[in-house]
């Protein structure tokens, strides 16, 4: 039973972080829509896409696809910023002790000394230490090859 539940949480926390993600969903009837997923209801597995469109070419500022439609979920963008993963690089790297280090993988967030807040779109924080996890997140982005 442990199993099970631990399944159904890493599949939630897979489905948490394509949120604002591109993705398509093949539809069991062979159509697609493409668009930014907005939400989705667990119970049913609909989906709330944003910016969407079809595969006639049509377009929608928001499209719910109901669960039971759906064959396929496809991530169309991968995520650069892993919040597991820079956790790793702050204390193999940068020498910040794993104690200072939190991450939250449901919301792919990393907190260091409880007042710096890294997410893909940054370092939230003031002070040196907030200066030297800027220097890192611009040394890890610059690894995965993104230009900075």
């Known amino acids: 039973m442990a199993y099970a539940s631990e399944a159904a949480r890493r599949f939630t926390m897979k489905l ?11 539809l069991k009837s062979g159509k697609e829509y493409k668009g930014r997923l907005a939400g989705y209801d667990m119970n049913t597995l609909s989906i709330a896409l944003e910016a969407a469109s079809d595969s006639e070419g049509k377009s929608w500022p928001i ?12 991530v169309e ?4 910023f892993n919040a597991r993963e820079f956790a790793e690089f702050l204390y193999q790297t940068g020498g910040i ?8 993988e449901d919301i792919n967030v990393v907190e260091v000394a409880k007042t710096i807040r890294v997410t893909k779109d940054g370092v939230e924080g003031v002070g040196p230490l907030a200066h030297k996890v800027n ?14």
Do not use: C, M, T, W
């Not at 948490?16 to 093949?26: A, E, M, P, R, T």
């Not at 719910?64 to 396929?72: K, P, R």
């Open 16 to 26: 948490n972080s394509l949120l604002n993600k591109n993705i398509i969903l093949k």
């Open 63 to 74: 499209a719910i696809i109901y669960g039971d439609v759906i064959s396929e979920i496809l």
């Open 77 to 80: 963008e991968s995520a650069i």
């Open 97 to 104: 002790p794993p104690h200072q280090i939190r991450v939250f």
């Open 135 to 148: 220097s890192l997140f611009r040394e890890y982005l610059r690894r995965k090859g993104v230009r900075v």
